[in-house]
């Protein structure tokens, strides 16, 4: 294993702590009464997964190629006759 996947294995379950306004936290607060959430923090882990997913799967669809472009690529490796 490399040495920052073993940092990363150490580190789960483990926390730091994030500073947000007082007011946001008491917005936050008001909103999950009666939810099911049981804390602020748990709300923002929550929001943060679900954030930071999609943003991943946005990154992941604007990393992948078109069907012109492969189209493109095979027709020029065919070109140079790799194919």
Do not use: N
Not at 24 to 35: A, G, Q, S
């Amino acid at each position: 294993m490399v040495a920052e996947e073993l940092h990363e294995k150490a580190a789960r379950g483990r926390y730091t702590t994030v500073s947000i306004p007082i007011t946001l936290y008491r917005r936050i607060k008001e909103l999950i009464k009666d939810t099911g959430f049981t804390s602020v923090s748990q709300f923002v882990i929550y929001i943060l997964r679900e954030v930071i997913s999609s943003m991943e799967e946005e990154k992941l669809r604007g990393e992948s190629i078109s069907e012109e472009e492969k189209k493109r690529i095979i027709d020029r490796l065919k070109r140079l006759g790799y194919l």
